[in-house]
């Protein structure tokens, strides 16, 4: 069983920062065994991917329009994925969700059909 938990979005103006948090609590494995990653859905488009990182926080990756403004790492000790996220901008406007799954294949690890669990999600809007 997984339940995972978004925090930090809000209404930010364009050009300012947000860390989102997506903490995980697990039960029969432990959360270093699990793929914890970062997906969005803005009002009227489908769900895209954002970032991934591996189980100890290695080799991020990035969707193309948010590489070099977001940043995505992992905090094995508290069960915690982050995402910061600079100089946003209004096209960064949507709901941010995290994903759980035990799937770890770079090639395939920004397919959101291969995560088991999803948070609630958090809204982020920046303003122009």
């Known amino acids: 069983q997984v339940q995972l938990v978004e925090s930090g979005g809000g209404l930010v103006q364009a050009g300012g920062s947000l860390r989102l948090s997506c903490t995980v609590q697990?039960?029969?494995?432990?959360?270093?065994?699990?793929?914890v990653n970062w997906f969005r859905r803005a009002p009227g488009k489908e769900r895209e991917f954002v970032a991934a990182?591996?189980?100890?926080?290695?080799?991020?990756k990035y969707t193309d329009s948010v590489k070099g403004r977001f940043t995505i790492s992992r905090d094995n000790a508290k069960n915690t994925v982050y995402l910061r996220m600079n100089n946003l901008n209004p096209d960064d406007t949507a709901v941010y969700y995290c994903?759980?799954?035990?799937?770890?294949?770079?090639?395939?690890?920004?397919?959101?059909?291969?995560?088991?669990?999803w948070g609630q999600g958090t809204q982020v809007t920046v303003s122009s």
């Open positions: 990182i591996g189980l100890s926080g290695e080799n991020p």
């Open positions: 994903a759980a799954g035990l799937t770890t294949i770079p090639q395939i690890i920004d397919q959101a059909n291969i995560y088991d669990h």
């Open positions: 697990t039960i029969g494995r432990p959360f270093t065994t699990y793929a």
